[in-house]
């Protein structure tokens, strides 16, 4: 039973056969590329881009085309004769905004910011997806390595029961001592049973999050180098690096502008506007056709004075929701600080622990070798040997499951820090860059693509 977690695992890794072993930057990759969350999001972040289109559609002309075709006809009992007239027009509008009261300017400041807040936040949806990734993934192996503790365990309880039911057909123990190696080999199949059964849902939960399902993991012994020296150096990166702060600060700066928007309604507005008709008809039968051509343009200027209330009211609805959006980044703020520091004190606890479980592990494999050489001598019982087979397997677990929970807070310290993502972990990916498709969207005048 001196089996170590490194043993466990070596043969946890071997079970899938001869097959490249799978890294959790392997994993991590896959999921960048597939996972249907991250790219919902992205979808999502090009709808937002679409709204600055939107608003620089301020900019530019409206024009319209548009035509007409009457036929008449006319049965007076005042007159003698019936009338018939037909006529047809076709004209072109234009209309060019010349001032707005700054609203489009405005527009597109807020729909800009917006667009950087959204990017942040899709940049947060990677570091969570990531983070639900990586821990699914250290499930696997933390559980993939129980499961090889459990069959060891099973095996070691098999072998001590056959043990001692030849012990007792010549006499050296009693059925107690058979009944009691028996019923610990029993527990063992039920353990192991259980294990298995773990194992195959944290698999299936892999797949869900990954795409694929695990092949030979492995444990990220290379994390730590990702990882900061100290926790003041991470609080101190995470105050400026964190996609929540970011994302928050943009936002606020989104609301602001929408402040200036409102404010444009009650400005005079300045437009360009001209017309090109022509016109083509005849008045009765014995008229000819009449064709007419105009053309004209002119300048014309709206200056509100009273809407029914509804610009003022848009104005004060928009200086809450900039006050919402202050509030919102110390919340992000205070929330950054605070998930900075439990997280890595939950990685220094779980590192300390995982030295602790070790010293433990070494104390109980020289216990259990003690204890099986006394009750060789008969100064120990049956019990006191599957007693100490337990405390070896239950500290064995213990160890496996204070690694897992170790990395599990390392990844939430690079996540607060906003280093959780293929671009910090330095995936082998082609990175998706936001910035392209907002740059494409925000000057396109025609496109339906």
């Not at 939107?54 to 049965?75: C, E, F, M, Q």
């Not at 010349?98 to 527009?107: K, M, P, R, Y």
Request: net charge neutral; aromatic share 8%.
């Amino acid at each position: 039973m001196k089996k170590t977690f490194w043993g466990a695992l070596l043969v946890a890794t071997a079970l899938s056969g001869p097959v490249q072993a799978q890294d959790i930057f392997e994993a991590l990759s896959q999921t960048y590329k597939t996972n249907p969350t991250l790219q919902a999001q992205r979808a999502n972040l090009r709808s937002i881009d679409e709204n600055v289109a939107i608003a620089k559609s301020g900019y530019r002309p409206n024009i319209s085309l548009s035509g007409s075709y009457t036929d008449a006809h006319v049965n007076s009992n005042v007159s003698a004769q019936d009338n018939d007239s037909k006529q047809s027009a076709v004209a072109a509008k234009i209309s060019q905004s010349l001032f707005s009261g700054f609203q489009t300017v405005n527009s597109v400041k807020s729909a800009d910011s917006l667009v950087r807040s959204e990017q942040n936040n899709l940049f947060n949806v990677e570091q969570n997806v990531f983070l639900e990734a990586s821990t699914a993934y250290l499930d696997v192996v933390r559980d993939a390595s129980i499961v090889e503790l459990q069959k060891n365990n099973e095996k070691l309880l098999k072998k001590r029961l056959d043990e001692t039911e030849q012990r007792f057909n010549v006499g050296e123990v009693t059925r107690t001592d058979v009944s009691q190696a028996k019923a610990r080999y029993s527990r063992a199949k039920a353990d192991r049973i259980s294990a298995e059964g773990t194992l195959e849902v944290s698999k299936a939960v892999f797949e869900k999050i990954i795409g694929e399902k695990p092949e030979n993991l492995s444990e990220p012994e290379n994390l730590n180098k990702f990882l900061p020296k100290t926790s003041d150096e991470a609080l101190s990166y995470a105050l400026s690096h964190n996609f929540a702060i970011l994302q928050a600060k943009h936002y606020l700066n989104s609301k602001t502008y929408d402040v200036a928007v409102n404010n444009g309604a009650l400005l005079p507005s300045v437009s360009l506007d001209g017309v090109a008709s022509h016109t083509r008809g005849d008045i009765d039968l014995y008229s000819d056709d009449v064709k007419t051509d105009n053309l004209e343009w002119g300048v014309n200027m709206t200056v509100p004075l009273y809407n029914s209330g509804e610009t003022r009211a848009k104005i004060r609805q928009s200086k809450y929701l900039k006050w919402e959006a202050q509030e919102k980044v110390m919340e992000a703020t205070r929330s950054v600080v605070s998930t900075v520091t439990s997280a890595w004190e939950y990685m220094l606890a779980n590192k300390a622990m995982i030295a602790s479980i070790k010293d433990q592990v070494k104390a109980n494999e020289i216990a259990l070798d003690g204890v099986q050489k006394e009750e060789a001598l008969g100064n120990r019982t049956i019990l006191d040997v599957l007693d100490a087979y337990q405390e070896l397997l239950n500290s064995n677990v213990e160890e496996v499951k204070a690694r897992r929970d170790y990395y599990v807070s390392s990844m939430n310290v690079l996540l607060a820090m906003g280093k959780l993502t293929a671009k910090d972990l330095q995936l082998d990916v082609q990175l998706y860059n936001p910035k392209t498709y907002y740059k494409e969207t925000r000057d396109k005048w025609l496109s339906l693509n």
